[in-house]
């Protein structure tokens, strides 16, 4: 193996090789800094290219590419609150905070250092695991995989500020939103009302940018102010501040990783849900973390960052091990191990082991220089906050628009993006934390297949599984430790007491935003109540669940309040009061009238965008917002207008159009003119 490894050092640093790698590695840190896109994309606009090369040069091109889609998707997270990849949203909770503050180039730096570390012990991982971890993986069934979802559920937790109930509340409607499609197993299909794009359920990319990106760039664009006009990115010093806060929580970076690459390794856990689990993980070991993370805290950054990259070189054992991908992008990558005559297997261990010590050398290469590449650029890249919100604004919606679009290419994209977009501003404005939804969202199908599943084939016996036992217990304590020590802390305080008293000043958005959600769910469970067994069991449970919290929250939000024992302070306060959203708002200095005005105003300008796609193309469109946008909106000069407008138009259109061959859908004009379209002429119709 020894011998082996060298002769694969051998070959990955041949000059030619690491011109290769260099190359997927610029590609990878392009795709990672637009919201939306992935590493899929680029693997499979690559794939076609490397049919004429070597297996080693293909797969560590590709492999390279892979690698660093982690690192980069940090930028657009830290600076603007918006994830670059699903696998980032984490970040966004101490990154984006950070950066407020002026503390972007320290967030770089630990997201930077972190991910390199990570990335470094996910190949480590890779080259060591694979014999030892074989017969292990081997033994995870269904059963087990459903022990880790209900784990993954129990960080809602801590990912819920200072209301857990909210939280739990929040994760049943993203559970609730999972269930929309067709009900694999009884073919019924839910809550598609007859759409076609709704038939294999909502599209993870949309919803993440919704409920993310278009809040962050509204509560920009309605403050009129740019995140900060001195973002702390003026020399390599405030990185090299961040690689310090990494080195001192060199602990965090080992427990993240190793989270990373071990539930990378296992088929169907979800990329997107490891950097939480590590996050919450951190946030649950960490002294002082439950009162500092989702505030700014450097540590939350660290134990995103470093999951997030370990897990491709987990990802690769299950890979190279067992030929079963545990990502889609290891899917395409699996496809590109059969094109170039390679079967993942023992042979990979045997007699093609200079392949996979190939691998693990590239991993390592890909995430040296990818990190040595945003070190470089950091400075120029965090630059982008000084640029008004007028002009910022409308070219980050509409990459956006675009990178949501790239989810299944169908107009519904822009309408759930669009639409979650008003759910996430919501929700923003009602104080209830939004990523506890998106892990809902994420685990709801992997939860009721592993379910369905386990109980089908096991009974009840599942339960009695080693492994299940294990992290049950685990999942038991998770969820228990926020009531009981908070429990505690009540009975700490002897001279508050708890008194239950009508608020008449408490109708609000809260109040309103709670009693949409009981709407929600009594619809759910009415429309449910007709279906098969297999078919109703989730929607049922989780409806009828999410009614009893939500109800309990808008109980809680009318009638219960805290007041001080001593008569001479006493003073009602709502329990409900206590602030736990994910990012703090910038809207304190205006009214409530100016804030309905400018929000209006805002997604004004996103329907109409959607309406003008409709009409002559996504791409047309596009344009004529950024255009219309800069210069009526923003009163930016016609100079400025165009240079922005039709510069960065134009590189959408070259990525996008020209490069990617998106095949965009038919406009209502385009439909009209079959003849032009047929000559070309409405390409972009």
């Avoid at 669009?418 to 199908?445: I, Q």
């Avoid at 407008?645 to 095949?663: D, E, T």
Wanted: glycine share 10%; hydrophobic share 50%.
């Amino acid at each position: 193996m020894f011998e082996m490894a060298l002769s694969a050092l051998e070959i990955v640093f041949d000059p030619s090789r690491v011109v290769i790698v260099a190359l997927g590695v610029i590609i990878g840190l392009s795709l990672g800094v637009i919201p939306g896109l992935s590493g899929i994309v680029g693997l499979s606009l690559l794939l076609p290219f490397t049919f004429d090369m070597d297996p080693f040069t293909a797969l560590a091109f590709l492999v390279g590419l892979q690698a660093v889609v982690a690192t980069s998707d940090t930028i657009p997270a830290v600076l603007f609150g918006v994830p670059g990849t699903v696998g980032s949203a984490s970040t966004i909770l101490d990154g984006h905070p950070m950066a407020k503050q002026g503390l972007a180039a320290r967030a770089f730096g630990a997201a930077f250092s972190a991910s390199l570390l990570g990335g470094l012990c996910g190949a480590l991982f890779l080259a060591l695991s694979i014999p030892i971890l074989r017969p292990f993986i081997l033994s995870f069934g269904s059963p087990e995989l459903l022990a880790f979802c209900i784990f993954g559920l129990s960080l809602i937790g801590v990912l819920s500020g200072g209301n857990p109930l909210k939280g739990l509340a929040a994760a049943a409607v993203g559970l609730m939103i999972a269930t929309v499609g067709e009900e694999p197993n009884t073919a019924i299909e839910r809550w598609t009302f007859g759409s076609l794009y709704l038939l294999e359920g909502i599209p993870l990319v949309p919803l993440a940018l919704g409920l993310f990106a278009i809040p962050e760039i509204a509560e920009m664009t309605i403050a009129g102010k740019a995140m900060r006009k001195e973002h702390g990115v003026t020399s390599t010093w405030g990185q090299l501040d961040g690689v310090k806060d990494t080195i001192s929580n060199f602990s965090i970076v080992l427990r993240g990783s190793g989270i990373g690459s071990v539930l990378g390794a296992v088929p169907g856990i979800g990329a997107p849900v490891i950097p939480w689990i590590a996050y919450g993980h951190a946030m649950r070991t960490e002294k002082g973390a439950s009162e500092t993370f989702g505030k700014g805290d450097v540590r939350g950054v660290i134990a995103s960052e470093s999951s997030s990259n370990a897990k491709e070189g987990g990802a690769l054992v299950s890979t190279i091990a067992f030929g079963v991908p545990a990502t889609a992008a290891m899917a395409l990558l699996l496809g590109a191990f059969l094109i170039h005559g390679l079967s993942p297997g023992p042979d990979m261990l045997t007699t093609r082991l200079d392949v996979t010590y190939t691998l693990v050398w590239t991993v390592a290469l890909a995430n040296v220089l990818g990190c040595g590449i945003c070190f470089i650029f950091a400075r120029q890249l965090a630059a982008i906050a000084r640029i008004r919100v007028g002009v910022l604004a409308p070219v980050v919606l509409s990459i956006i628009f675009i990178g949501a679009f790239q989810a299944t290419r169908q107009w519904g994209d822009i309408f759930a993006l669009l639409g979650f977009g008003l759910l996430g501003w919501v929700m923003k404005r009602a104080d209830w934390p939004r990523p506890p939804l998106l892990l809902g969202l994420v685990l709801g199908g992997l939860l009721e297949r592993y379910m369905f599943i386990s109980f089908q084939r096991y009974g009840a016996d599942w339960l009695s599984r080693p492994i299940v036992i294990g992290v049950l217990l685990i999942t038991a304590y998770s969820i228990l430790k926020p009531f009981i020590t908070d429990l505690i802390k009540r009975r700490r305080k002897k001279d508050m007491r708890y008194v239950i008293r009508f608020k008449p000043n408490s109708i609000d958005t809260t109040f309103w935003f709670n009693l949409a959600i009981i709407i929600f769910f009594l619809i759910a469970i009415v429309g449910s109540w007709q279906w098969d067994f297999g078919a109703k069991l989730v929607p049922q449970v989780i409806g009828w669940l999410g009614l009893f919290l939500v109800s309990w929250q808008l109980a809680a939000t009318l009638w219960l309040r805290t007041e001080s024992i001593d008569p001479a302070m006493t003073h009602g306060k709502s329990g409900s009061n206590i602030k736990n959203s994910d990012t703090p708002s910038e809207l304190d200095h205006l009214s409530n009238s100016e804030i309905r005005r400018r929000t209006t105003g805002y997604f004004s300008w996103c329907l109409l965008t959607l309406t003008t796609a409709l009409l002559i193309g996504l791409l047309p469109a596009i344009l004529i917002f950024l255009i219309s946008y800069l210069r009526i909106e923003s009163k930016e000069s016609w100079k400025m207008t165009l240079a922005v407008g039709l510069g960065s138009w134009s590189v959408s259109y070259l990525l996008f159009h020209q490069l990617l061959r998106v095949p965009w859908p038919a406009s209502f004009i385009g439909d009209l003119m079959p003849g032009l379209r047929a000559i070309g002429a409405t390409n972009l119709l």
